[in-house]
């Protein structure tokens, strides 16, 4: 998973042709569908790697 | 007289028509979008030339009337050849304030044109623009993507002998 | 993972001054140091700090490094990133604080400001969607579509927003009129056809934070029930241009734009038009021509655009500014926060484009209702090289001045009409003493009158004959019975044009003469221009007492017109002058006097 936008396991089926309504959601308190540590910790590695500090993220 | 007459004939000659239609190809049939394609043209050209703007008329099936009125009402398309290097003087309120009619003027004593002229020689178009939003480096000028800024008119003759 | 992250101020103020060669140093620094790879580089959105550009600022630590130049960047690789220690020396100083500020937030000029607008410029990378979700964005839109279209209106409406473009009407009651007009095709229509000299709020908004702009157009096509949206935007903004494309190719992607968005059956594309320099298209019946690929003129109201705008069609169209607040507004508890700030006419905050005679220019962005003397000597440190503050231009050229004697007049769009003035866009130019208001008058005059599309005939010819008047007034040949000319036209101009150019384009001319008429009547009774701006109303003269000798004018004059030995008192030969200023810039005794042609008198202070 290199941005939001990709699946972070088969269960992720969100693309522009076939879109899930909790998106937006999913990016930074994902995975919504399905509880996984490793797919939680795959969307966590990306914002660590650019949030700039603790206030950083909004959710 | 004779000498604009020679220059226009030696530009015209230069206008590759195939390269006007495949410039504008993509707005063929959307006549809407002939601000669009008139950019592109300008791109291309440095400015309109008339032989462009015609085929532009007769492609996109709109009366070269109405592209003219349309092409004379905005500042951005130029009716004749410009310099290598495009002068612009900007004239926001904060640049103004600060100077910068002392600035354009010690440039057109330079140069000896004014404002929406070029040299004979192509070297340089004075042009004015109403803010390139670095007020604080106010008076400020462009040549070409350059900026110079936090001018005096004493600095103007080193600065435009850097462009030859 | 990062250690650090550098974000390098990549706006045009910046890289006016150099940012893009202090960047190409960092790199190589960091290359020599073999570290490159340990830290983030940004090249992005604005600070808003333009005077003491180009500005780096360090995360997570917050250190604000300004003035750089690219040979400080050995010490700051050295000295900062691999030792650890900030580098003083290239903190922020001022006369406003007492030792070099550490932090972002100890220096004085963010002190008052307040980022609703801003929130994410030089923040995030403006290139970076996955950035824009991090702090929040989209989800506004998300819940938008969870709602139907009466509720957004309302809570819009609820929020008390107001058109950040210039006039300030209701932005909820202009989308309830759209979404009431029956239409199976409607447009939303960003107006970033920024203007006004002296104002780029709204392309430091596009170039620092482009997708809020378009989750603010997304949210109001959704609540009018549009499917198609168009930025018309400067051609002169290239930088914005390209960020707008990124960010609208990155939300098609990510199915944030498109057909059936997230689900909700809801669809919408997004167009960008680049405009070719004509002012009046900023006025908004004009842009919509404009993007029809007509000549860019105004029609008559009724029918407003929200009726019959874009192509015949029920249109909304908003400023940039308008749109960067909608997510903040629309978002879960959006509307108790956005009430908060502000005063009861006018909520939430302004950005505003500083620049003038003023010690820090730049963008800032501050609560709706502060007051002029806290912007102009709290957020922007008082008046450059300490003259006297004598008054501030609102609104560019179709706004007013407000006089030292009103500075603490709170800005909001209620006070500010009545002082003559309007919020317009956000441009503030200070003046000083050495600003000529008779100058200012025919500057912005001059501006509108080359701009006026010619439609009405009164803004065609109207501003044209006061333009002559204050030609005339400026070369010394103004008349007693011209000031009640110029009202009088003016008067005529303002009641007689279609558009908010012709409408409001006297009120430079028309406040300058409420608030210095003396001035006026000093440059046509008296030929005297106590500003030293109007050429042919004053003499440059050196007070030989005063007069060390050291040069320096002799020197900066280019056309010689300065005699003198060394050590010895200088003297102008009035006859080669051309009134260019260059001496009084590089005279370091204040020796250089503004006298009356012809007199000997000492009128300078």
Redesign the interface.
């Known amino acids: 998973m290199k941005e939001f936008v990709d699946h972070c396991c088969e269960k992720c089926t969100h693309t522009k042709e076939n879109p899930c309504k909790d998106f937006v959601l999913c990016c930074l308190e994902g995975p919504i569908c399905h509880e996984n540590e490793s797919c939680a910790k795959k969307r966590k590695a990306i914002i660590d790697k650019v949030a700039l500090n603790e206030h950083f993220v909004i959710c | 007289m004779s000498t604009v007459v020679e220059t226009r004939e030696a530009v015209t000659e230069e206008i590759d028509l195939s390269k006007v239609d495949s410039l504008i190809e993509p707005y063929l049939g959307k006549k809407e979008m002939v601000i669009p394609a008139l950019q592109k043209v300008q791109d291309h050209f440095g400015y309109l030339p008339r032989p462009a703007v015609e085929r532009v008329s007769k492609q996109m099936r709109i009366p070269l009337s109405r592209i003219y009125g349309v092409a004379t009402f905005y500042a951005q398309f130029k009716m004749k050849p410009r310099g290598r290097y495009i002068i612009r003087v900007c004239k926001g309120t904060a640049c103004h304030i600060q100077g910068s009619p002392k600035i354009a003027e010690r440039i057109e004593d330079i140069l000896s044109i004014e404002s929406g002229e070029t040299t004979d020689d192509l070297r340089f178009t004075l042009e004015e623009v109403a803010c390139i939003g670095a007020c604080a480096l106010a008076p400020v000028i462009m040549i070409n993507e350059n900026p110079h800024g936090r001018l005096t008119p004493d600095k103007v003759k080193d600065i435009l002998d850097s462009y030859q | 993972?990062?250690e650090k992250?550098l974000?390098i101020c990549g706006a045009?103020?910046c890289?006016?001054?150099g940012s893009s060669q202090v960047e190409e140093a960092l790199i190589e620094e960091l290359e020599k140091h073999g570290i490159k790879d340990k830290y983030?580089l940004v090249m992005g959105g604005c600070p808003g700090f333009?005077?003491v550009?180009p500005l780096i600022v360090v995360?997570?630590d917050?250190v604000f490094y300004s003035r750089l130049k690219p040979k400080d960047m050995a010490e700051l690789v050295e000295k900062h990133l691999v030792g650890g220690e900030i580098v003083e020396r290239l903190l922020y100083k001022g006369p406003d604080v007492d030792a070099p500020a550490r932090f972002y937030d100890t220096i004085p000029f963010y002190a008052k400001q307040k980022f609703n607008v801003l929130r994410n410029s030089g923040?995030i990378?403006p290139e970076?969607?996955?950035?824009y979700?991090?702090?929040?964005?989209?989800?506004a839109?998300?819940r938008a579509?969870n709602m139907d279209s009466t509720t957004i209106c309302e809570e819009v409406k609820q929020a008390g927003l107001r058109g950040r473009g210039g006039a300030g009407f209701s932005t909820g009651l202009k989308w309830e009129l759209t979404y009431k007009a029956p239409s199976s095709k409607k447009y939303v229509v960003c107006n970033a056809d920024e203007?006004?000299?002296?104002?780029?709020m709204d392309?430091s908004i596009l170039e620092g934070d482009p997708h809020a702009i378009l989750e603010g157009m997304l949210i109001c096509g959704r609540a009018i029930g549009a499917d198609e949206g168009y930025i018309y935007c400067r051609?002169?903004y290239p930088l914005a241009i390209k960020r707008l494309k990124t960010a609208i190719e990155d939300a098609?992607?990510?199915?944030?734009l498109?057909?059936?968005?997230?689900?909700?059956g809801f669809n919408f594309k997004m167009n960008i038009?680049?405009?070719?320099?004509?002012?009046v298209c900023g006025e908004e019946t004009a842009l919509l021509a404009?993007?029809?690929?007509?000549?860019?003129?105004p029609r008559p109201r009724p029918p407003f655009p929200a009726q019959s705008g874009l192509?015949g069609k029920p249109t909304t169209i908003n400023n940039v500014e308008t749109f960067a607040n909608v997510p903040l507004i629309v978002k879960e508890g959006g509307v108790d926060e956005f009430v908060k700030v502000g005063t009861d006419g006018s909520k939430g905050t302004k950005v505003f484009?500083l620049?003038?005679?003023i010690r820090n220019?730049?963008l800032c962005e501050v609560p709706m209702g502060i007051t002029i003397r806290e912007i102009i000597y709290d957020v922007g440190g008082g008046i450059k090289g300490g003259r006297a503050f004598k008054a501030v231009?609102a609104g560019?050229p179709s706004g007013g001045c407000i006089p030292d004697e009103l500075i603490d007049l709170p800005i909001d769009y209620d006070s500010l009409n009545q002082a003559g003035a309007i919020m317009g866009s956000g441009?503030l130019?200070v003046?000083d003493e050495r600003?000529c208001m008779v100058d200012?008058a025919r500057?912005?005059l001059s501006?509108t009158q080359k701009e006026s599309?010619g439609k009405c005939t009164p803004c065609r010819e109207g501003t044209k004959r006061m333009l002559e008047i204050l030609n005339r007034i400026s070369e010394g040949l103004g008349k007693p019975e011209d000031l009640d000319t110029l009202d009088s036209l003016a008067t005529s101009i303002k009641d007689s044009s279609l558009c908010g150019l012709g409408q409001t384009c006297p009120n430079p001319v028309l406040s300058t003469i409420r608030y210095f008429r003396n001035e006026y009547e000093e440059h046509i009774e008296e030929h005297f221009c106590r500003a030293g701006v109007c050429k042919e109303l004053f003499n440059y003269r050196i007070d030989e007492e005063k007069c060390t000798g050291c040069t320096a004018c002799v020197k900066?004059?280019?056309v010689d017109a300065i005699k003198g030995e060394k050590k010895e008192p200088h003297e102008i030969i009035q006859e080669l002058c051309?009134r260019?200023?260059?001496c009084i810039?590089?005279c370091r005794q204040d020796c250089i006097m503004i006298t009356p042609v012809g007199s000997e008198a000492d009128v300078s202070n």
């Not at chain 3, 970076?128 to 950035?131: G, L």
């Not at chain 3, 203007?195 to 780029?200: L, N």
């Not at chain 3, 404009?290 to 003129?297: A, N, T, V, Y």
């Open positions: 993972m990062y992250h974000m045009t103020g890289l006016s001054s983030r333009c005077e550009g995360y997570p917050e923040l990378d970076s969607i996955d950035e979700i991090m702090r929040g964005g989209y989800r839109f998300t579509l203007g006004d000299p002296g104002a780029f392309r051609a002169e098609e992607r990510y199915g944030l498109g057909e059936n968005i997230l689900g909700y038009k680049e405009g070719a320099g004509a002012f404009s993007i029809e690929g007509k000549r860019g003129m192509f484009a620049a003038g005679k220019t730049g231009q560019g441009g130019v003046m600003t200012l500057y912005f501006f599309c900066a004059c280019p051309t260019c200023g260059s810039e590089k």
